[in-house]
């Protein structure tokens, strides 16, 4: 399986929305397909339009390590003004953002051009020159190292990353069984979902007690999965997410047969969702 898992964290982050139109400009609470394409892109060394072309059949997954928090804050910007005008712009702001991402790269075509620049980009890397795009983007992930510096959707925020050895299984057959997740899921293909709080056994008389919780998931509205060459965002979904927890799980049934997405499953049983 040609999958590579990173851990991406920053200070800050904010992948605005295009669409705001509440008095400042909002993020969306995870990162947008087309940016973790484009964080790819960064530590490749690939320009847009590269980035764009080589990653078109990707697939990814994205699982919150943290609780998403925001925050409100003042920039000085031109946005939306002449260059020089300055203005006074709100912007929601992601706190301490913190992802694990996965990229399959099972449908990316091998591309020698693609490959010989990583090999040019990382010549102190490579011994020898890799026969995918996979190979040597996960040798130099592995590597920690980046050609641009990524970051958490402005370039002010740099983001750092690690590579994770995961031991993650393709689910090949039907679903017919709930499964736990705490990955996103797209909402279309949710044919049932629950959540529910984990008793845990405490105190001496072994008592199952249930941890008072905030039982809420997120719906995150009209998410980009996909963007023209022109870098306008495209093909809008809904997707679910649990708040991650130790003591809240997220139970979901997807519906079945599903051809355009791809299906993980964790060590302990947990599902992945690629899109």
Known sequence: MELITLEIE???????????????????????????????????????????????????????????????????????????RMVN???????????????????IRKNEKAIKKITKNFKETFNSPPNSLYEAINKICQAKKTYYFPYMGRNNFPLEFNSLNIDLERIDKPINEEMKTNSVIPKEICSDFRIQE??????????????????????????????????????LKDFILAPPS??????????????????????????????
Do not use: C, M, W
């Open 10 to 84: 920053s200070r800050f982050g904010s992948f605005t929305k295009p669409t705001s139109t509440t008095g400042g400009l909002l993020t969306y609470k995870i990162p947008p397909k087309p940016t973790i394409k484009g964080i790819i892109g960064a530590i490749s060394g690939f320009s847009f339009k590269e980035t764009h072309k080589y990653f078109k059949n990707l697939k990814v997954g994205v699982k919150p390590i943290s609780e998403i928090k925001t925050k409100t804050t003042t920039f000085n910007s031109h946005y939306g003004n002449p260059r020089g």
């Open 89 to 107: 712009i709100k912007q929601e702001v992601l706190i301490e953002p913190h992802y694990q991402i996965f990229i399959d790269f099972s449908k």
């Open 198 to 235: 984990i008793q845990k056994e405490t105190g001496d008389f072994g008592l199952n007690l249930s941890l008072p919780q905030n039982l809420k998931i997120h719906i995150l509205k009209d998410l980009p999965i996909d963007q023209k060459i022109n870098r306008e965002y495209s093909e």
């Open 246 to 275: 130790e003591n809240i799980e997220l139970n979901i049934k997807p519906k079945q047969p599903q051809k355009r997405y791809n299906f993980l499953k964790t060590p302990k049983n947990k599902l992945i969702t690629l899109y």
